[in-house]
């Protein structure tokens, strides 16, 4: 909630000049597309004949029946509760994504078949890299963050220079660098190591100004009365810095968590069998493709709101001691 | 005075680039003694103190607290600093810790005293700042007069051999200000040595030892609170003085 003021003010969606422009826009919208000719002109065959010959006749009365649900709908969503509002919302758009994946006419024995063997393969192996390279990324951020707040060149260098140009190149091309570059320097990396490990230094290399503007948040007093009980430096950044800075921490590196988790999707171009790889071949056979494409969707946006919710656990946890 | 000096500073100097902050600071402070440090914003008063606990470096003149030479590239700070505690304006207690574990984090983590021993000195220096019940509170929940008399605790709980006060009642309510200098008085009236920076002189007559007035990073006057207060030897003294007093 950015301020939620003291007077109510009338609800937008009840003014009558809103519902109106509302109405009029929606239907100006509609009327211009050729309704009839898509999936709702079948809906719409009781009232406006064969859709194809329905002419003006028939996108007057579609625009005009769409017109009309999609205002009242708003106008009654207005009359309920918040939390009411935010639940109806969300499952209407959901109903919307349902029907328009249901247009596809999917393959859904095919998709129950192949699904057991893309949560067993592409799901673990697309955590178990995320998960490595998080882990790995989150040190480098600590130690990046520390190295570029230090007063020490040669630390402030390295770091600086590896943000730069982690944070300089295309995701994808560190994939390839690394995968395909190392065998030249002699090191032959499997293509999981090679992918956790450009996932982990593109991330750790953003997390560490994440970090970095978290420290940097802790006021200077803190250090002083750290420093002048007798606590090192590092007992200072263990036990008094970074358990502050975490709040301010969490929330950037969550969204980060978030994207590593779709990003790592772009090791699949060095052919882990991760779940980007599984649902661009599996259906490759029977030209299926659409079916694994939006499982995998689904798959990921999942797997993105358990971190969600992970995350929001997490915040409320260190926001104990805020509470007043 | 008799009694084995605790802090000596012979000759101190300190600049901020081009700015002279200390100039050429001479002073003993001797075991038992209540000191202070009064004088206008800016005039380098508490960068003397936290001079002392070296929080801030200074660059010509020597610092010893205990006989241990403050410098640059010196190993024992912590061991200084242990022993010296330090009490700032804005409290500074550390509020992702209940009050009771921010005073028991100094005894455990850096002398290694066991939990149980730091949880015992914990509650009996809550008890000695009179607020024992607030222990598991977190310091936000506390108000600003009851914060400050935690970081007190927080201070005694090493069991320094000297005190450093920072303005500790510049940032209070008004009606906060006296439940810190009371403890403040008990915490003098038991034999602490105490280099306390305020503008408090009621406190600065009832306690003070020796009264010091800056200005301009020198020290201008210093004596006797009696004397200091009646009749000031110094025109700046005498202005500040007027100034500080006339309400």
């Known amino acids: 909630m950015l301020y939620a ?5 009338n609800v937008l969606v009840h003014k009558p000049w809103f519902v109106a422009a509302m109405f009029a826009a929606v239907f100006a919208i509609f009327f211009a597309i050729n309704l009839p000719e898509t999936a709702f002109g079948e809906l719409m065959r009781p009232v406006i004949g064969e859709p194809a010959e329905s002419g003006v006749y028939g996108r007057f009365a579609s625009a005009l029946v769409i017109a009309i649900i999609l205002t009242l709908n708003i106008v009654m969503i207005g009359f309920v509760p918040i939390h009411v509002q935010i639940g109806v919302v969300w499952i209407e758009l959901l109903v919307l994504f349902l029907a328009f994946f249901y247009t596809f006419q999917l393959d859904f024995p095919f998709i129950l078949q192949k699904l057991p063997f893309m949560i067993t393969q592409g799901v673990l192996t697309t955590l178990y890299v995320s998960a490595v390279s998080i882990v790995i990324a989150s040190v480098l951020a600590i130690l990046g963050a520390i190295a570029k707040l230090s007063s020490n060149g040669f630390a402030y260098a390295i770091a600086s220079f590896y943000t730069s140009f982690f944070r300089g190149l295309p995701l994808l091309m560190q994939v390839y660098l690394i995968y395909l570059g190392l065998p030249q320097l002699g090191f032959v990396v499997g293509a999981v190591p090679a992918g956790v490990l450009a996932l982990s230094l593109c991330y750790g290399a953003y997390m560490t100004e994440i970090f970095r503007a978290g420290i940097q948040s802790i006021d200077r007093g803190q250090w002083e009365a750290s420093r002048s009980i007798g606590f090192s430096f590092s007992l200072t950044m263990r036990k008094i810095i970074l358990p502050q800075a975490l709040p301010v921490i969490i929330p950037p590196t969550g969204n980060q968590f978030i994207a590593m988790l779709k990003d790592s999707s772009l090791v699949s171009v060095i052919g882990v069998w991760e779940l980007m790889f599984l649902a661009r071949t599996l259906g ?29 656990r997490i915040e409320r946890h260190y926001g104990r001691s805020k509470v007043r | 005075m008799s009694a084995e000096p605790i802090i000596q500073a012979e000759a101190v100097s300190k600049w901020y680039g081009a700015f ?21 914003s800016g005039s380098g008063k508490s960068t003397l103190i936290r001079c002392f606990n070296r929080l801030e470096a200074h660059q010509a003149g020597e610092i010893r607290v205990n006989g241990v030479q403050l410098h640059a590239k010196m190993r024992n700070v912590a061991a200084v600093r242990s022993d010296v505690g330090m009490v700032f304006q804005h409290f500074n207690l550390f509020p992702h810790m209940t009050v009771l574990m921010n005073c028991m984090a100094g005894p455990m983590w850096v002398k290694g005293v066991p939990a149980d021993k730091a949880r015992q000195t914990a509650t009996k220096f809550l008890e000695r700042v009179r607020i024992p019940e607030q222990a598991n509170k977190f310091p936000v929940q506390l108000s600003g007069g009851q914060q400050q008399r935690v970081a007190i605790a927080r201070s005694l709980c090493m069991e320094p051999s000297v005190m450093l006060f920072d303005e500790p009642t510049s940032a209070l309510d008004p009606e906060m200000v006296s439940e810190v200098l009371d403890t403040m008085t008990e915490l003098a009236r038991d034999g602490m040595t105490m280099v306390c920076v305020t503008h408090e002189m009621g406190f600065a007559r009832a306690v003070a030892d020796r009264v010091i007035f800056m200005d301009y990073g020198q020290i201008v006057e210093e004596g006797q609170p009696e004397s200091f207060f009646t009749n000031p030897q110094h025109d700046r003294t005498k202005l500040f003085l007027s100034q500080i007093l006339k309400h």
């Open chain 2, 20 to 40: 002279q902050a200390l100039k050429d600071i001479n002073l003993t402070i001797h075991k038992g003694e209540r000191i202070v440090i009064c004088g206008p």
């Open chain 1, 284 to 312: 490759q056979k029977t030209f299926q493709h659409m079916e694994m494409l939006i499982s995998a969707a689904m798959i990921y946006w999942i797997l993105s709101i358990c971190l969600e919710l992970i995350q929001s």
């Open chain 1, 5 to 9: 003021d003291t007077v109510e003010a």
